[in-house]
């Protein structure tokens, strides 16, 4: 079960390969859409994942195995015919027909089927985890793909400006009150700002390939620009220790390992049983007896669980995979405090910082291009003055914006930490088990 839970995550969270050829995925969920929002992308994800639909069939058909463990095994019939008998003239034809109905010790079908349900539980709990980590993984690429879009829109509005720092000190120094030097330092800033433009296309089709590749369509088709809201909300933070409870209650890995522990006790209790006989209720006709009294018969065989080295070696296997998946539920449960508090700790450090940027380096950034554009202007100031200026409020501002993309992403995995949908989107009936 851990393997396979394995292979669907890696498959479903990095989803690098293209869909496969005669998929039925033709119709575009973004055909015409003017901005992409993250909760669309979330949900056409989940709609359009094949792994998650293989996780989903997983845990399908491991709800369809109780009621096949806890079941009586089928009566058998046997026939048979005395050979020499067939065609003899000095005998009757003789003949025996046997039924038989296997009935294993009481309590061992109860056991089978709490067996059983609690893998049905696990095969729930892998369909779950599946499910967060598509939705986690989607909405970490829609952020980082509405950074590269603000960083873009950063990129032409200094472009822009720059443009004008140009022009005007390309019209001083031909009036001889700029040497040369100035307007071809507002050149050699516009050039670098074109190459870093070109690496964050790059960056935009890469990211535009991951999601499409997530979403099992054409890895060439564009996604259209996101929406302007995605990297302004600034989560309230909730109390450490309440989520700390929370998570253990909600995170599907804890969820499967309890259903685990309760399979293992299952298996420890059938294995005690492994002591206590089977038995078969039976019954028969014997046409060969020469009384007629004598020719039906009904009876119980009992198998005799004598050899104990093979009952006591399964009881002992049976313990120790308990106390295995014990010690596994305690560590996964420290694990789970772990991430809740580190993932706790690095949203509150990602607020700071975005109060930060926008309350005292944005403003006194914007404050200093404003005097020197001024100064610059009035010949108060060179070209050199203006374009550090502009540098300084470049980094401020792409500085900001990688600070709410931060602070987006770490209120995801917070989210991801607690066990619950990412940005506190409504997923409950997107392909999760109930």
């Known amino acids: 079960m851990r393997e396979r839970l394995c292979r669907l995550l890696i498959a479903g969270a990095l989803a690098m390969a293209a869909p496969a050829a005669g998929d039925n995925l033709a119709e575009d969920p973004f055909a015409g859409a003017e901005r992409l929002e993250r909760e669309a992308l979330v949900r056409a994800v989940l709609a359009r994942n094949a792994d998650l639909e293989a996780?989903?069939?997983?845990w399908l058909a491991a709800r369809e195995r109780p009621a096949q463990a806890g079941a009586l095994e089928d009566p058998m019939v046997s026939y048979g015919v005395a050979l020499l008998s067939i065609g003899s003239a000095d005998v009757d034809f003789g003949h025996e027909l046997r039924l038989e109905q296997p009935l294993p010790y009481p309590g061992r079908r109860r056991l089978r089927r709490a067996q059983a349900e609690a893998e049905a539980g696990m095969a729930g709990a892998a369909l779950a985890e599946v499910h967060l980590e598509l939705a986690t993984t989607a909405t970490l690429?829609?952020?980082?793909?509405?950074l590269v879009h603000r960083a873009l829109a950063i990129n032409a509005d200094h472009r822009r400006l720059l443009e004008e720092v140009r022009e005007v000190a390309t019209a001083r120094y031909a009036a001889g009150l700029l040497s040369q030097q100035d307007p071809l330092l507002a050149e050699t800033e516009g050039v670098e700002l074109q190459v870093q433009e070109t690496e964050l296309e790059a960056e935009r089709a890469a990211l535009t390939a991951r999601?499409?590749?997530?979403l099992h369509r054409v890895s060439g088709l564009p996604l259209p620009p996101p929406a302007e809201s995605s990297l302004a909300a600034r989560p309230e933070l909730p109390d450490v220790a309440a989520l700390e409870e929370a998570a253990l209650a909600a995170r599907p890995e804890v969820k499967a390992r309890l259903a685990e522990l309760v399979a293992r006790r299952a298996a420890l209790e059938l294995a005690r049983l492994e002591r206590r006989p089977d038995f078969a209720l039976m019954g028969s006709y014997n046409s060969m007896w020469g009384d007629p009294?004598?020719?039906w018969m009904a009876g119980v065989t009992v198998n005799l669980p004598v050899w104990r080295r093979r009952t006591e070696a399964a009881r002992r296997e049976a313990e120790a995979r308990l106390a295995e998946v014990e010690a596994e539920r305690t560590h996964l449960e420290?694990?789970?405090r772990g991430e809740v508090r580190e993932a706790h700790a690095r949203l509150a450090a990602g607020v700071r910082a975005a109060i930060l940027y926008e309350s005292?380096?944005?403003p006194a950034a914007h404050d200093q291009v404003e005097a020197a554009r001024t100064g610059f202007t009035t010949g108060q100031a060179t070209a050199l003055a203006v374009l550090e200026a502009e540098r300084g409020l470049r980094r401020?501002?792409?500085g900001y914006a990688e600070a709410l993309a931060a602070l987006a992403r770490r209120r995801v995995e917070l989210d991801r930490a607690a066990g619950r949908p990412p940005g506190g989107l409504d997923l409950e009936a997107e392909g999760a088990a109930p």
Do not use: K, S
Request: aromatic share 8%; proline share 0%; no cysteine.
């Open 334 to 336: 420290h694990e789970v």
């Open 293 to 295: 009294e004598h020719r």
């Open 211 to 214: 999601m499409n590749a997530l």
């Open 360 to 362: 005292r380096l944005l």
């Open 55 to 58: 996780a989903r069939q997983a």
């Open 141 to 146: 690429l829609f952020e980082d793909y509405a």
């Open 396 to 398: 401020a501002e792409l």
